[in-house]
């Protein structure tokens, strides 16, 4: 029979490996190492004797606990305790001391210790083993909620509706900025406050004991999904609102999150239709025993769409089609039986209607009433369906494991499902080249899959990003889109749209549609709050990951530079110093050294300097004449007797001084490492062509052997005494400038070829 480990005390054990540092200056001293690991397969020791390692090792590699072997009172400001609790506040530590003391283990507690065993008891292994797991755990639980609140914040920031999180002491711990337009306090006011804040004191007795009841059996009194109650406004008046509650447990504490939404403006809608159908009347019959209409009023008449004469003596059944079996049936045959008033929602088919029926008893028969609630069952739908989308949006945006392009598809299809739309899709926007171009979709529209593209001014997007708002389209023929070009050429009959914006300017826009147009009213408030979320999310989440790929391209532009700084200027310069003291020393000769020197960091400067340029920004795209180009470049190079050759070259776009420096770095290496053996440069040839998706430029040289073609763009990688291993590097990144693709090949003449693909040409004048 197998010990079992620590891990297996906890309700549900964890399986991470947990990696715990030991110091112990005598470390044979005791089995403390030995107990640990024997008591838990989850952890794994490592020993060392000095402050000092310690703390490199906290520094080199990741350390889940650390455990200190310690006198009582080693809590002093020089201590290993000082040292890790300063640099690392959440990091489990604990001290193992001789002699277990409650004055010295609760000074060692208020200097920053998770925890103070004896010797004997760390040396048994399991409980001390048991408290490092909780404890490491509940940091990993902490860290885990700090990751998950910052995802929480972003993605409630701008939402229109409340979101409050408060632990089980019912003390406020977030709060987003829509609680001031709900409630009157400022997100921040209310932070740190009482939930009881916003409770109106006829109802704070009842709201403590429902938490204390949940507390202390888990039983849930009240529907967790969507409850309608009154909250207290900061002026004291009650507004009406319906929540939906969410919890999650941290270390024993529970926290409780609310989204909360105003129905002030539904519970209006409602009195107003109340007082409406109280003037009018609501539809009423009487019926007898054998359920024969003994009366029947006017509003009765026109809802049955039957004469009052035809009605009167007539079963119900005749009226009502179908009601045998049904909940209908049940609920009056239970109020005449049980001589007591019924109350219920039906739906009932024949009328297309839900109606709210109620029926009073008497020894006579019923009397009923029927109250059309079809509005207000379709507005308790269409709000449910709006959490439950808010909810799958909130679970796509918060998954760590997916990145933006996953995540997108599954944003478009959440869209295509709660808009009950046909096609969802997310476009970039030029605004360059008033082009719009589809980066992902859903749907089977053939113009609206990846990859398509039209003139802006074809499209239901170029009103999208004119707004602050979004662009609705319920019915495009009754709005009068027929005669838009947009509606020419997508015949779509419905769209809602919303512009994704990175850095304040436009990027592209979000959009849903179908092909029919939509029914009743167009688009809901709640639709319309669910489009713009998911384009602000789009949006954030764009920027966040250009703003990373910068920062990653910037760190490698800082490697490269620290590498040329750090080696290939230290080697001239090393020249020139040791060529001055020559010169000091009468060494006339020295001074040329000296000058070569000089020269070579000059260049290298320059080339650095070009470098860092061509990274630091994108292309500014334009029509040019590559051919008109490449001779201005060659004509910049000292090209000695070499040819230059044109094989059609016709017009791309690009940045003209970006692109004349990458054909002049092409023609100087060609010049550089491509003149054949023995030859001069008059062996030479470089010819300037068209390719498929691009240019080329080639040489009649030595070419490149096959295994550097894919190193001769590496920063500082060169086959010459004298090269910088620049040159081409900067043609890399002008490409990567312009978005180009550029590949190392070999000519037709085994010289070497350089293909830039990828590239864009002008449009000829009056094409679409």
Known sequence: MTRPTAAAAEAEPATAEITVCYVDPEPTATEVPTALERASDRLVVESVASKDAALARLESAAVDCLVCRAAGDDVGDDTLLASARAEWPTLPIFLVVDTFDEADASAALEAGATGCVSVPTAEHGTRLAIRIERAVDAATERRDLEAAAVRFRALTENASFAVITAGDDGTIRYANDAVESLFGYAADDLVGDRISTLVPAKYRNSHRDTIAHYLRT??????????????????????????????????????????????????????????????????????????????????????????????????????????AGTEFERELEHAFAEQTTVSFTQYFAALERWFEVRAYPSADGLSIFFTDVTDRVRAEAELEASITALQALYDISTRADASLDEKVPELLELGCESLDLSYGFLTRIDLDERTQTVVESRGDHPLLQRGESCPLAEAYCRKTIKTHELVTVGNAPDEGWTDDPAYDLFELGSYVGAKVTVDSSIWGTLCFASSEPREGDGFSEAERTLVKLMAKWVSYETERQQSHETLERQNERLQEFTSVVSHDLRNPLNVAQGSLDLALEGDDTALEACEEALERMEQLIDELLSLAEQGATTADLEPVALRDLATKAWSMVDTGDATLAFDGAGRIRADPERLQQLLENCFRNALDHGVPAGGTSADLTVTVGDCEGGFYVADTGRGIPAEERESVFDIGFTTAEEGTGFGLGIVKRVAEAHDWDLRATEGDSGGARFEITGVDTPRPAGSR
């Open 218 to 323: 888990g039983e849930q009194t009240l529907d967790w999904n969507w409850a309608e109650l009154d909250a207290l406004h900061a002026d004291g008046h009650e507004v009406p609102v319906g929540v939906s509650f969410g919890e999650a447990a941290v270390s024993g504490e529970h926290f409780f999150t609310a989204v909360i939404r105003d129905l002030s403006d539904r519970r209006r809608l409602e009195r107003e239709r109340e007082a409406t159908l109280e003037r009018i009347g609501d539809a009423f019959v009487s019926i007898d025993p054998d359920w024969a209409f003994t009366y029947v009023n006017d509003q009765a008449v026109e809802l049955l769409g039957r004469p009052r004469e035809e009605l009167l003596g007539q079963s119900l059944g005749t009226a009502f089609e179908a009601v």
